[in-house]
């Protein structure tokens, strides 16, 4: 090994464990998150309308399985793109302005049926 090169890095259990914990914590927020936004929206309303008119399925799952992974991957890419260009609280804050106007709208629209 040259003087130039770091040595390798070795990963002991702590530094595994805490990867660990950290892998399971931020995929249970995300899967319960996700899962309880879901219920009952449109998306499950149109795959179970779709579902009970195709012969198969098994397919209309794996199409809707598909949509949701290729959205989420599009929602992780931006997100990601996004969380390079601007501060955390700058992200808070356009997201709750964001979910704020999209309130006021679906109010207002309710108000005005």
Avoid: C, Y
């Avoid at 995300?30 to 309308?49: H, M, N, R, S």
């Avoid at 999209?102 to 108000?111: C, E, N, P, Q, V």
């Amino acid at each position: 090994m040259s003087s130039s090169e770091s040595p390798p890095e070795v990963a002991t259990p702590v530094a595994e464990a805490v990867t660990a914990a950290s892998f399971w914590r931020v995929f249970i927020s995300t899967f319960a998150t996700i899962f309880l936004a879901e219920l009952g929206d449109k998306t499950q309303v149109t795959t179970l309308l779709i579902s009970a008119q195709a012969e198969s399925p098994w397919v209309v799952f794996v199409g809707a399985a598909a949509a949701l992974v290729a959205t989420s991957l599009i929602g992780v890419w931006l997100g990601q793109w996004l969380a390079r260009r601007v501060s955390p609280q700058t992200l808070n804050t356009m997201a709750g302005t964001l979910l704020l106007a999209i309130t006021l709208w679906l109010l207002w629209d309710i108000a005005h049926l």
